[in-house]
């Protein structure tokens, strides 16, 4: 791949919607992701359109919804600017048009982007997204699930990245965040300040190190909130920590890649009752395994600017490297 595949990133479109995206906080792998294709010096970049195997779309759903958002508009405005970029790009070349869309992608991490370019009709368009909710429009077989990255103001961290971690955890499985959907509301209502080893939080104290409670965890509580994706799955890799799947229908990022079965632990939703049990029957033998594979995988869980083999963007590029060998343009 390294050596062979070649994207062409369009150059059409205007400042802030296209050619920008967030760079703190949630979301923020949107908008390095743009910048990365953008670089002079990005090595997968096509001298010319007629070698590239791809074509980036460069479009930030974060950055329409902050420019375009009003109260009971629903998601027609956002549809409106994605067609209407689709539109400009088909009228000046005839890329888009020779396999309606199927060797283009785009990546985009907000909750709505799969909404939003299922309804601008994005049928065969690779679709890079963190709302992997294989029960709505993500189609496993086409679409790449993103890992959410909740990065630190102003750097390529997240608040577990570059801690010294303990090899005495001493708390069993830990979670704070609020309860947002049905999962975390079951997750609260069973666990919060019932136990202990096993540590559910619905908020934190103020002035209380989340990342440091997540280093001296054997296992942190990932559970889906309003949408399937959590920041907490990245969190927990960095910071040495089991990563726990607590969801229905989310389809893990990377996961034509990377085997997750050896390195968390997925449970049920029905199952959140006997979480502490689950937790307490993992072997010592097979938890030490998690977590050296855990520590394993971190790379692929890396932001690096530029970007270096195995991070996250080079898994993103195998991604949509390995769902355009399946494509063939019409003869």
Not at 157 to 185: C, D, M, V, W, Y
């Amino acid at each position: 791949m390294e050596k062979t595949f070649k994207i062409w990133t369009y150059k059409e479109g205007e400042l802030p919607m296209v050619h920008s995206g967030p760079h703190s906080y949630l979301y923020s792998i949107g908008g390095h992701f743009i910048d990365e294709m953008e670089e002079e010096t990005n090595p997968f970049a096509a001298s010319n359109m007629e070698e590239a195997h791809t074509f980036f779309l460069p479009f930030s759903v974060t950055n329409m919804v902050a420019v375009l958002y009003e109260p009971d508009a629903g998601y027609a405005p956002y549809i409106r600017v994605v067609e209407d970029y689709v539109r400009v790009i088909s009228e000046k070349y005839h890329y888009w048009n020779r396999s309606s869309g199927g060797d283009h992608f785009m990546v985009s991490c907000h909750d709505w982007a799969p909404i939003v370019t299922k309804q601008a009709l994005f049928k065969n368009v690779i679709r890079v997204v963190c709302n992997a909710n294989s029960s709505e429009s993500f189609n496993p077989k086409w679409d790449v699930s993103l890992p959410e990255f909740n990065l630190v103001t102003r750097t390529l961290l997240i608040s577990t990245q570059s801690r010294e971690t303990s090899p005495n955890r001493s708390i069993l499985g830990f979670f704070a965040g609020g309860a947002h959907g049905n999962i975390r509301k079951i997750l609260i209502e069973q666990w919060k300040d019932k136990d202990s080893e096993l540590q559910v939080n619905e908020y934190l104290p103020k002035g209380t190190d989340y990342g440091a409670l997540m280093v001296k965890s054997k296992f942190c509580l990932c559970p889906s909130g309003s949408e399937v994706a959590s920041p907490r799955i990245v969190e927990a890799i960095h910071a040495g920590c089991i990563p726990v799947i607590i969801s229905d229908h989310y389809v893990l990022p990377f996961s034509d890649i990377l085997d997750w079965s050896q390195f968390s632990i997925q449970v049920p939703v029905d199952k959140i009752p006997e979480l502490k049990t689950i937790l307490l029957g993992v072997p010592n033998e097979k938890y030490r395994k998690l977590q050296k594979r855990v520590k394993q995988v971190q790379l692929h869980f890396t932001l690096n600017r530029p970007a270096k083999r195995f991070d996250v963007t080079h898994m993103i590029l195998h991604s949509v490297w390995l769902r355009r060998l399946n494509f063939h343009l019409p003869a």
